[in-house]
């Protein structure tokens, strides 16, 4: 079993930056594949990058291309995800999740771990 606590929301004024942290216990999480998905109010959870157990190979969600980055430390046992160029619609709660395979996943399906969200507020 493996837990997935996040870090870094809050609120920032539109174009600044925030770095989201996921930090995982209970047993190591590679060789999982991991992902970051948000929410927004009355909205389905969506993809937002994903990283593979190795570090390399990531995918995005085209509306964060360019503006965010997904990384590891294994030895750490984290997940970051850096946002910059932050837009009033980036305003989500944000979900670290772990899956079960080494490739990078976009699909909520293939998670079997997630984290209890964190709030991030982009202000206009």
């Known amino acids: 079993q493996v837990q997935l606590v996040e870090s870094g929301g809050g609120l920032v004024q539109a174009g600044g930056s925030l770095r989201l942290s996921c930090a995982a216990s209970?047993?190591?999480?590679?060789?999982?594949?991991m992902g970051w998905f948000r929410q927004h109010p009355g909205k389905e959870r969506d993809f937002v990058a994903a990283?593979?157990?190795?570090?390399?190979?990531?995918l995005y969600a085209d509306s964060v291309k360019g503006r965010f980055t997904i990384s590891r430390d294994n030895a750490k046992n984290t997940v970051y995800l850096q946002m910059n160029s932050l837009k009033p619609e980036d305003t989500a709660v944000y979900y670290c999740?772990?899956?079960?395979?080494?490739?990078?996943?976009?699909?909520?399906?293939?998670?079997?771990?997630w984290g209890q969200g964190t709030q991030v507020t982009v202000s206009s």
């Open positions: 209970g047993r190591t999480f590679s060789p999982y594949a």
């Open positions: 990283i593979s157990w190795s570090g390399g190979s990531t």
């Open positions: 999740a772990g899956s079960r395979t080494s490739n990078t996943q976009t699909s909520l399906r293939m998670y079997n771990y």
